[in-house]
């Protein structure tokens, strides 16, 4: 997806002006669809938790990435350039543009301005993406905290989590389920309709709620947990996997 999807996505993105929000939305429901599909989940998982595991910029911040970049890769170039010239013309007339977006995005990300004077390429490629990386980390941390499913996630660091990079797709998307709060029990699908009528009652041990909280410690699995640490990654999700299994056969996922 990074290597082949993003770059044919985003191409050229570097001349985008005022691109709108509706746009931006669009970008960024295309990238929330490969997280679904990979992950197998279903529409109302949580957008943030899936980018947020996966280490994933919002298309906002990619752009403004190519951008910062781009405009500084203008400046470092010889004076003879006409790119050059257009920009040192936008700068000095202020006219409307990339050079004028660019300021608006340094005194955003709190950068110094690029337009003021160019910087070594590399030394301005790092630190862009640090702190655009930093930006979007503190944008969707905030908006995390306040969302019930996120809020523990919002806790750790942004980035790609292990799990991801240890495990096997069918184990990592246990995991994420587990930790978006997204398995199958009836509270997590609270307003399915044949859940609200059975008052969202355990159909393994019919003595508590289906909370996922409760399936970890249900007595109707207490031998599945024989020998297990569900505070292991591995132990959680052997676990998981076995009770959705079960449940599955017997006919009451949803």
Not at 42 to 49: D, I, L, R
Not at 59 to 69: D, E, W
Not at 89 to 105: D, H, N, R, Y
Not at 108 to 117: A, D, I, Q, R
Request: hydrophobic share 40%.
């Amino acid at each position: 997806f990074e290597l082949a999807i993003i770059p044919a996505l985003l191409n050229n993105s570097e001349s985008w002006t005022d691109v709108s929000s509706d746009a931006l939305e669009a970008l960024e429901d295309l990238q929330v669809m490969f997280l679904r599909i990979i992950l197998r989940v279903p529409m109302g998982t949580p957008k943030m938790a899936m980018k947020w595991d996966f280490g994933m910029l919002a298309m906002k911040f990619r752009i403004m990435i190519r951008k910062l970049t781009f405009a500084n890769g203008i400046l470092i170039h010889k004076e003879e350039s006409l790119a050059k010239r257009v920009m040192i013309e936008q700068i000095e007339k202020g006219w409307p543009g990339l050079a004028q977006e660019v300021t608006q995005l340094c005194n955003y990300l709190h950068l110094p301005n690029v337009t003021s004077g160019c910087i070594p390429k590399l030394k301005w490629k790092r630190q862009v993406k640090d702190r655009v990386r930093e930006k979007c980390q503190e944008e969707m941390k905030a908006t995390m905290k306040e969302r019930t499913k996120e809020k523990k996630m919002a806790e750790e660091e942004f980035g790609l989590k292990d799990y991801i990079k240890e495990k096997s797709i069918e184990d990592v998307r246990t995991m994420f389920k587990i930790r978006s709060g997204m398995i199958d029990c009836k509270m997590n699908y609270m307003n399915k309709a044949e859940y609200k009528y059975s008052i969202w009652r355990c159909d393994s041990c019919e003595t508590a709620i289906e909370s996922q909280s409760h399936v970890l410690h249900c007595p109707a699995y207490k031998k599945l947990r024989e020998g297990k640490d569900l505070c292991n990654g591995r132990d959680i999700v052997e676990y998981f996997k076995s009770v959705l299994n079960i449940r599955s056969k017997l006919n009451i996922t949803k």
